[in-house]
């Protein structure tokens, strides 16, 4: 029987300075990982990629491995890396179906989560194990953030977000879903009703507006909106998405597989500048979605979106306007994917805590918000940012809320 995984793992040299993980955002321990996989110490890989980051099945499916581990293979040098992926996502899925994870004593003090997004689900694992009473509140009915509200079901399956919040429970997280933090449950009430530190990872679900005329027609969605249920919307069968990032391009390809006959991307500048990744956007082309290159919207019509083209100046990153070029996109709907900001709800309703002109929350290198015993890490901080580097730093945010604990002891 072939085995893909175990030829992936026999190919590994196992380098002693290894660079796969080097350039692992979250420096995941890939020879050790492997070391155990070869003896068919499965488990026992899945509990090492586990304590290291708790979200490593997540990151198996979701990771751009081609700029981190899989780019940066010495294998690739001359021929093909390893996909070391593939392994962890195999290994992580063992470990979290076949171990029970055992909950602590939660003997420490109260703390307060406040969004299941990758960064809370970071810490509260985290905190968790280190014997905090933990709880997560919940926006939604359902934890997960942009991984269930924002990543398609064809790139993670929900039915793992649902596995990820069944192991929250078993290691004594609290969760109280549909509860927004804010307008009715303030923060100060929080630290008034004895939670001695507060995270904050609420990520930015405010879609940013291009502020042109015809924005609040009926034939018109934000891609931040549209991702969170794309089955409900009636879209027709001509697509213009607006932006090239990530979120664009997640919805262009949502849109293909919930019966959009065409979709098209509309951007202001070429395939060099996009900041989508080049794995979505080869996907994308494999998809069939086309693009619409320097090009950007004007207005927006019940038949379509009227664009204008640009041209890029010689021996510049700047660009201009073609005169006449004025034209009418045909399409039955258009979604507006130029990134996202964060909501106000906290901030809005506490004090002492500051943020700077986008809307994000002020912190210092280790996640310290300017409101005692307020920590906060995720795209709330540094604006859309991936999954894997939203894990990185809440790890980080997670030892500085236990040294804020203990100061207080």
């Not at 995941?28 to 899945?46: M, N």
């Not at 420490?108 to 299941?116: F, K, M, Q, S, T």
């Not at 730093?393 to 002891?409: N, P």
């Amino acid at each position: 029987m072939y085995d893909f995984n175990a030829i992936e793992a026999n190919r590994c040299l196992v380098c002693k300075k290894a660079k796969c993980q080097l350039h692992c955002p979250i420096s995941t321990p890939i020879p050790e990982v492997i070391k155990l996989y070869q003896s068919g110490a499965v488990c026992e890989a899945g509990a090492m990629l586990f304590k290291n980051n708790p979200l490593s099945v997540i990151c198996s499916m979701v990771c751009v491995h081609e700029e981190q581990c899989k780019g940066h293979c010495v294998l690739g040098v001359k021929g093909e890396p390893i996909s070391f992926y593939k392994i962890e996502e195999e290994v992580s899925m063992k470990f979290l179906n076949e171990r029970t994870l055992l909950m602590g004593e939660r003997n420490l003090e109260r703390i307060a989560i406040i969004g299941g997004g990758p960064a809370g689900i970071t810490i509260a694992f985290i905190m968790a194990r280190m014997g905090y009473d933990v709880t997560l509140f919940e926006a939604h009915n359902k934890i997960g953030g942009v991984l269930r509200y924002g990543i398609p079901e064809y790139r993670l399956s929900n039915q793992v977000v649902d596995l990820i919040e069944e192991k929250l429970i078993e290691v004594g997280v609290k969760i109280r879903p549909n509860t927004l933090i804010g307008p009715v449950i303030t923060l100060d009430r929080l630290f008034e009703d004895g939670y001695k530190a507060a995270f904050i990872g609420t990520g930015v679900w405010n879609p940013k507006t291009l502020i042109i005329k015809g924005e609040t027609l009926g034939n018109v969605h934000y891609a931040i909106d549209y991702l969170k249920s794309p089955e409900v919307y009636r879209l027709g069968s001509h697509v213009a998405v607006i932006g090239a990032g990530n979120v664009a391009l997640d919805a262009a390809r949502s849109a293909i597989r919930n019966g959009a006959e065409k979709v098209t991307i509309v951007y202001r500048k070429g395939f060099e500048d996009m900041p989508a990744t080049q794995q979505e956007i080869r996907e994308a082309l494999e998809d069939g979605i086309g693009f619409e290159l320097y090009q950007y919207p004007v207005e927006i019509k019940e038949e379509g979106v009227v664009i204008k083209a640009v041209k890029r100046l010689k021996d510049s990153n700047q660009f201009e306007e073609i005169t006449g070029s004025e034209k009418l996109f045909k399409a039955d709907t258009t979604i507006i994917a130029i990134s996202q900001s964060p909501r106000n709800n906290i901030v809005a309703n506490t004090s002492e805590l500051s943020t700077n002109q986008l809307g994000l929350i002020v912190t210092d290198e280790s996640g310290r918000t300017t409101k005692e015993g307020t920590f906060a890490s995720g795209d709330v901080v540094t604006g859309a940012r991936t999954v894997v580097e939203a894990i990185a730093h809440a790890k980080v945010v997670a030892t500085t809320m236990d040294a804020y604990c203990r100061s207080l002891r």
